[in-house]
């Protein structure tokens, strides 16, 4: 098979990532024609719980959670949830893969909603933070002690607030700042401009992160560092790119993102 440029450098930005990323673009992805995802988490309740007994052994058939269909539906849900739990498939998608009508997926998430197997968030743009989605926004329950709105501020999809002028620090200040920035500042006239390029995109990584896998990073002085280390080792431009292009990467194979850039500094 032949692999594109664009997909060797991403598989290179994603150390351990080459036996499984191959192919992945093309296969993963309503329009490529493959699955949402390449594995689904499920809370185990939903599998335990669906104990059914056969007729055949004189039981009443029926299940103590959800039905082999509820299930199933339930399943196609889950394998659009993002690394919080969050899932707003179209239901007329789900009730398409799972060959069942919409009335029957309805009643499967109601079904699972009253077992606690997942949460209705958002209908109809009713929550700003899904203020663009039309479909029902679901989350799934995993873990019950985890609230719903920290999950939610985790997602961190907002873009990088612009830099304001009036918060760039002085020669004084950015001569102290230097040294979290990797020395990059050497005290000419191009220190503060650099330190203030090198938090940009220490801050648009954190924004890429969330916006792309739906994880949260922070914008702290270890990712002011790496990503002076990363500038300095491939520039600005190479940074954005590769590190996009890993990033799509993890969130195909449900990996985990990078803390930060600097494991673009130490390839």
């Known amino acids: 098979m032949v692999v594109s440029a664009d997909q060797e450098k991403a598989k290179g930005a994603v150390r351990g990532s080459e036996s499984v990323v191959e192919g992945l673009p093309h296969s993963i992805g309503r329009k490529h ?18 104990k059914f007994v056969s007729k055949k052994h004189g039981g009443k058939k029926g299940a103590t959670g959800l039905t082999e269909k ?33 009335q029957q997926v309805q009643q499967a998430m109601k079904r699972a909603a009253e077992l606690g197997y997942v949460e209705k968030v958002s209908a109809h743009k009713s929550h700003p933070k899904w203020k663009h989605i039309y479909s029902t926004v679901y989350r799934i329950i995993y873990d019950h002690r985890l609230d719903t709105d920290d999950l939610i501020d985790a997602m961190n999809t907002e873009d990088p607030p612009p830099v304001d002028e009036q918060s760039i620090p002085m020669q004084s200040e950015a001569a102290e700042e230097s040294e979290i920035a990797g020395g990059i500042n050497h005290g000419d006239e191009r220190g503060e401009e650099q330190l203030v390029e090198v938090s940009g995109v220490a801050r648009w990584y954190v924004a890429e992160v969330g916006r792309i896998t739906g994880e949260l990073r922070l914008v702290n002085p270890n990712a ?44």
Do not use: M
């Not at 659009?80 to 899932?87: E, L, R, S, T």
């Not at 491939?234 to 993890?250: K, P, Q, S, Y």
């Open 70 to 102: 509820q299930l199933h539906i339930l399943l196609a849900v889950c394998a659009y949830a993002n690394n919080q739990g969050f899932a707003w498939p179209a239901l007329k998608t789900i009730a398409e893969t799972v060959n069942t009508s919409y």
């Open 33 to 50: 024609g493959g699955p949402p995802s390449i594995y689904t988490y499920v809370p185990t309740r939903a599998i335990w719980d669906a």
């Open 224 to 267: 002011i560092d790496a990503a002076a280390r990363a500038i300095e080792a491939i520039g600005v431009d190479r940074v954005r790119d590769e590190a996009h292009d890993a990033l799509i990467v993890c969130r195909d194979i449900r990996k985990p993102a990078p803390l930060n850039l600097l494991f673009l500094a130490e390839r």
